[in-house]
Each structure stands twice: as structure tokens, then as C-alpha cells.
Nanobody, 116 residues
């Protein structure tokens, strides 16, 4: 059974940092493309960052230079380090796994709130 469990969200002041984690199980993690999405109230879900099996990363323009995605193929976990957070980063953050045959799996989401 495939499972993705996000953690690490919370309330942080503008300019602060958080690290999100997405622990996975049920598939060969090293062969999976992983990504982070977010959805703010009243807005569409958007891609934040992605990382391929080879470790190649891509980012939304809005987070470049502030967020870093990484993966640990021993712990079967993907991370999102978020620095210099802004109120506009407030959203529910989801991790997504995409298999080599195109199946997609989502976590339940973790709330990030940036506010003073």
C-alpha cells in the first residue's frame, strides 16, 4: 500500500524558515519522481518544486532562491526547505509521487501559515 505522509508545517513569522518532510512507503522510492505542490484558499493547486530520480530539481519562479527540494533514498523521504518565508507562501503543502508508468499518489497535506 502506497503511503505519503507530510509533516513539518506550522505557523511562522515572515522571514522565517520551515522544513517539510514527506515520508513514503509502498514503492521503490529511488525510482520515483517526487514533487511538492501547494494550494492557497480560493486558488488552484500549483507546483512548487520537483526532483527527479537522478536528483535534478526544478522550482516555481516564486520560490527560486528561497526553497530547496531534496531527497533521501535511504529514508524514502523528500524534503522541502523553505527560507525567507512570505505571507504569500501560506497554503496547504502536498507531496506527490509519480511512478515510471505514470501513476500518481498524493499525501494528505500539511498547513503552512506565514503571519506576524
Amino acid at each position: 500500500q502506497v503511503q505519503l505522509v507530510e509533516s513539518g508545517g506550522g505557523l511562522v513569522q515572515p522571514g522565517g524558515s520551515l522544513r517539510l518532510s514527506c515520508a513514503t512507503s509502498g514503492f521503490a522510492f529511488s525510482r520515483i519522481e517526487m514533487s511538492w505542490y501547494r494550494q492557497a484558499p480560493g486558488k488552484k493547486r500549483e507546483l512548487v518544486a520537483g526532483i527527479t530520480r537522478a536528483g535534478i530539481t526544478n522550482y516555481a519562479d516564486s520560490v527560486k532562491g528561497r526553497f530547496t527540494i531534496s531527497r533521501d533514498n535511504v529514508k524514502n523521504t523528500v524534503y522541502l526547505q523553505m527560507n525567507s518565508l512570505k505571507p504569500d507562501d501560506t497554503a496547504v503543502y502536498y507531496c506527490k509521487a509519480r511512478t515510471t508508468v505514470g501513476n500518481e499518489y498524493w499525501g494528505q497535506g500539511t498547513q503552512v501559515t506565514v503571519s506576524s
